[in-house]
């Protein structure tokens, strides 16, 4: 089975969210959110996470870059698309799609980035925190 790489921000109750699914799927999305998007490069998703994502407040200023593999055929209809920079590359997945799309990935959605942004509180939970000193250690 050929794989694709995909990344993804998440906020720190997305992050819950995908660590109840034991790593295994993202969340629903909100009545007001009409699409998923992976992105296709850790650039990308750490551009995201770092600049914007840090300054938002419902999601206490922290942001995770998330790494999943993704069975490619599934992958063939949702055709890449670029919303600025050259590296600025995602899928658009329905959120009726979501649950296939969660079916869809190889293995175990992993942790690889965390970004603090300075307004952070406290995380929400010790699994949360657990996250942030393994992946920010200083």
């Known amino acids: ?23 295994k799927e993202f969340p629903a999305r909100l009545e007001w959110q009409p699409i998923f998007y ?3 490069n850790e650039d990308y998703a750490s551009e995201i996470a ?3 994502n840090t300054r938002d407040e419902s999601g206490n200023y922290l942001r995770f870059v998330t790494r999943f593999e993704m069975v490619e055929s599934f992958l063939n209809k ?5 919303v600025g920079a050259k590296n600025h590359n995602e ?17 175990n959605i992993e942790v690889i980035k965390v970004f603090i942004g300075k307004d952070f509180k406290k ?7 657990s996250l942030i000193v393994n992946l920010n250690p200083s």
């Open 78 to 82: 949702y055709p890449s698309q670029n």
């Open 50 to 52: 770092e600049k914007w």
């Open 38 to 40: 992976p992105v296709l």
């Open 123 to 129: 995380p929400i939970n010790t699994e949360i925190e």
């Open 1 to 23: 089975m050929k794989t694709k790489t995909l990344y993804r921000p998440v906020g720190e109750k997305e992050m819950l969210l995908i660590i109840e699914s034991k790593y």
């Open 91 to 107: 899928l658009w997945i329905p959120a009726e799609e979501l649950g296939a799309f969660n079916q869809a990935i190889a293995g």
